[in-house]
């Protein structure tokens, strides 16, 4: 029977080799594709405008592998500027070398961790060739962070919820050992998903300026909000001095102690005593001030640890004085006419803080003060995704046309009017005998 045995390969090869067989066939399809838009913005273009100066290849990497394609430079008469209409089109810089999506891609891996050169080892993973190195994930994570954001439409507001905390990271290279990232959340309630429950159109403010941190998140909001004299704050802090200072610049302003910090600093003191700790979470979690301090005034001197009676006064007479911090900030909104109904405790500082810990502080890792800037402004607009919308770099200036994104749905229209600008038309291939090959195919489906 030995002549029946063959040697047959494995699933994981298989897999491999199919993998790599589409990434071919979609490499020369995505070649096909652009030299055929490039083709339609010379048919299309406004003649008496531009000129065909040259035609020139260019290489792009992937998530398909590298791509070799010719496009047009066109001078531009008006200007007396050289441009590539294609790259206009795509809003795409054609001298980039690495396509928008494979560079989207490598930051979104950077931003998850755990270092920029497990990022790049896991992008050569996926991909089976050597794309970027982890150098060049790191300076490209940068220069995004570092390009400037658009406008954005303001919301009118009536209460904004705001979790506020400092995130300390080790520096290198750096006189000063560490900085403190100071850091806050800002939302406009809840609402449900599904069984779960999560924070309404959450956005991020990390302080930058050297000035005061309040002033600065001020600004933010101003940008972002229609606030009026009738807009209430509601602020979450750990108890930081900087933290309590809000009240002092917003007029509507209610300061809130952090619950979770409260519960771990007292659980030091009184986590040994059963009874007096479970009166404790109750009174925290109802957020009934009065019940906490009487609960705390309750407890013996003599029952508390010997090495902790000194701070243990400390911290109880603290605790006294944020008492009206302590209390449940809807008792007040209630009393100014505001409805309370779908409002929840506050709290999320820390779970919010320990997002970006986890990528900053996870490995012992060292950052420069721009490095770690990036990574977590990179990190904030990854959770923002749909409300905010960075500007497209050097593509603003050369925009020959409108600065309206190119909608692909119109590129397969019939034509209607003359054409003014980089293209406004049908494909013609998808109208004959090759629409079924894989040019033809590959341009259906972006349609959507």
């Not at 838009?37 to 531009?50: A, F």
């Not at 003599?302 to 006294?320: H, M, T």
Request: proline share 2%.
């Amino acid at each position: 029977m030995s002549h029946f045995t063959t040697t047959m390969p494995t699933m994981k090869e298989i897999e491999q080799w199919i993998f790599r067989k589409m990434q071919e066939e979609f490499a020369r399809a995505m070649k096909q594709v652009l030299e055929a838009l490039d083709q339609q913005i010379l048919e299309q273009r406004d003649r008496e405008r531009y000129r065909v100066k040259d035609e020139r290849e260019t290489s792009v990497n992937t998530v398909f592998g590298n791509v070799r394609f010719k496009r047009r430079l066109y001078c531009d008469r008006r200007s007396g500027k050289h441009v590539y209409l294609l790259d206009q089109l795509l809003q795409f810089e054609g001298r980039g070398k690495v396509s928008p999506h494979l560079e989207e891609t490598a930051i979104a891996f950077a931003s998850q961790g755990p270092s920029y050169r497990d990022s790049a080892k896991r992008l050569e993973q996926l991909l089976g060739y050597n794309v970027l190195s982890h150098q060049a994930i790191r300076e490209k994570l940068i220069e995004r962070a570092e390009q400037p954001m658009s406008e954005v439409k303001r919301r009118p507001a009536r209460v904004l919820f705001v979790e506020v905390d400092g995130l300390y990271t080790k520096l290198q290279r750096s006189k000063k050992r560490g900085m403190e990232n100071a850091i806050a959340v800002v939302h406009e309630g809840w609402e449900k998903s599904g069984k779960r429950v999560r924070l309404k159109n959450k956005q991020h403010y990390l302080h930058t300026s050297g000035g005061n941190f309040w002033e600065g998140f001020g600004d933010f909001l101003v940008e972002r909000y229609e606030i009026d004299e009738n807009t209430w704050l509601v602020v979450n802090g750990d108890g930081a001095g900087w933290i309590g200072e809000c009240t002092s610049y917003f007029h509507q302003c209610l300061y809130m102690l952090d619950r979770f910090h409260v519960a771990r600093d007292l659980k030091r003191f009184v986590g040994h005593l059963p009874k007096v700790w479970e009166t404790v979470r109750r009174s925290l979690a109802k957020q009934d001030a009065a019940a906490l301090i009487a609960a705390l005034e309750s407890v013996a001197e003599q029952e508390i640890a010997e090495e902790n009676r000194k701070d243990w006064k400390q911290y109880k007479s603290y605790l006294k004085r944020h008492e009206k911090h302590l209390d449940d900030y809807r008792k007040t909104l209630q009393v100014k006419g505001i409805d309370t109904s779908g409002m929840r405790p506050m709290g999320s500082a820390e779970s919010q803080m320990r997002i970006f810990a986890k990528r900053t502080k996870r490995g012992g890792y060292s950052w420069s003060e721009r490095g770690v800037r990036a990574m977590l402004w990179t990190m904030m607009r990854i959770k923002e995704a749909g409300m905010v919308v960075r500007t497209v770099e050097g593509h603003a200036s050369m925009q020959a046309t409108s600065q309206q994104p190119i909608n692909m749905r119109q590129l397969l229209k019939n034509v209607t009017q003359p054409v003014k600008g980089c293209i406004a038309g049908m494909i013609r291939m998808l109208q004959g005998p090759k629409q079924s090959s894989t040019t033809g195919m590959a341009l259906k489906a972006l349609r959507g």
